[in-house]
């Protein structure tokens, strides 16, 4: 089994030196602490590193009015730790800072442990946190550029999607499946793979955001799903009526253009043409043939749904090309 590193474990490890470094630097009391807070506060971006980290803070800040009110008010004993967490943990709950909640519990057994609440005692633990939470939200300002990476996937998915739609061409004009279901699953989970990608890509960016290559592939992926019914509908269609081939050379109009920017208006206008033809043949005279038109017009209606879905991104790449 290959071994490889991670960047994030590389970032984390590197962050856990730097905390430890400096609570000991300091001399503060249990600084081992602060890199538990920092192992959890270095996430995949850097927006759920912020998050993450704003939600451990406040926690932790909770914890600690809440150590002197149960630890003072009532006792330094296990049945009031109990009884402290009972409250405190609903709080962040309804705080929605509930992801701070194990950070915070080791605050509150800090204090237990040195048996009274003190001002040192507190500002070692705000210390702490956020010598955790600084180093970890250090480490996460640089991100590795996804670009490339989003760029191949997009070639991919293109790929796999113009040889599915050659596929169903050469279906409608020799009736022989050329497609197997592997490849239809394997096409999917690529492009939610790149959504995921692309997602991680949006997240880093906390300023000026460019949601494009996420929108490319969430069109993408609505896209597949009417293929996957194209494909549905085509199980249906037995006999070879004369508008299976009117399709075909339509489908594989559109796939020649599939790396093309250009206008898809053309492919509509096309497709208009290619229903008026379906009106101009004679009306079947057997239900069989019948239901075969009856799933080519649904076919028809699908290939409209599909361009006019690309018709955005393709605004989506010419505005993103202009800024």
Not at 100 to 115: A, C, F, K, N, Q
Not at 186 to 195: F, L, M, N, P
Not at 197 to 213: F, G
Not at 303 to 308: I, T, V
Request: hydrophobic share 45%; charged share 25%; aromatic share 12%.
């Amino acid at each position: 089994m290959k071994y490889k590193i991670g960047f994030r474990t590389i970032k984390t490890a590197a962050a856990v030196s730097i905390a430890i470094t400096i609570g000991q630097y300091f001399d503060l009391q249990f600084y081992v602490f602060s890199a538990i807070i920092t192992i959890l506060c270095v996430q995949t971006s850097k927006k759920k590193s912020l998050e993450s980290a704003s939600a451990r803070f406040m926690a932790c800040m909770l914890a600690i009015p809440f150590t002197y009110v149960f630890f003072e008010g009532i006792s330094f004993s296990p049945p009031v730790i109990g009884l402290l967490l009972l409250f405190f943990i609903p709080t962040t709950v309804f705080l929605k800072i509930n992801e701070g909640v194990v950070t915070s519990t080791v605050i509150i057994l800090h204090i237990y442990l040195t048996g009274h609440v003190s001002w040192s005692i507190v500002l070692n633990e705000i210390a702490l946190v956020l010598i955790g939470v600084g180093s970890a939200l250090l480490v996460n300002l640089y991100m590795p550029n996804l670009e490339r990476q989003l760029q191949k996937k997009q070639e991919e998915v293109e790929t796999n999607i113009q040889h599915i739609i050659s596929e169903i061409a050469e279906y409608l004009r020799t009736n022989q499946k050329l497609w197997t279901e592997q490849e239809i699953t394997d096409c999917v989970k690529g492009i939610r793979e790149a959504k995921s990608l692309a997602y991680r890509n949006l997240e880093n960016q906390l300023s000026k955001k460019d949601d494009y290559y996420y929108r490319y592939f969430t069109i993408r992926e609505k896209q597949m799903e009417i293929i996957e019914r194209l494909i549905l509908n085509m199980e249906h269609i037995h006999p070879m009526v004369e508008q299976r081939y009117l399709i075909a050379d339509f489908i594989e109009f559109v796939s020649s253009y599939f790396h093309s920017d250009t206008d898809k208006t053309i492919c509509l206008k096309k497709l208009k043409r290619v229903e008026e033809d379906f009106k101009k043949v004679p009306l079947p005279e057997t239900w069989e043939t019948f239901e075969a038109r009856a799933h080519l017009l649904l076919i028809v209606r699908e290939l409209e749904y599909y361009l006019s879905i690309t018709t955005k991104m393709n605004a989506s790449r010419k505005k993103l090309a202009y800024n």
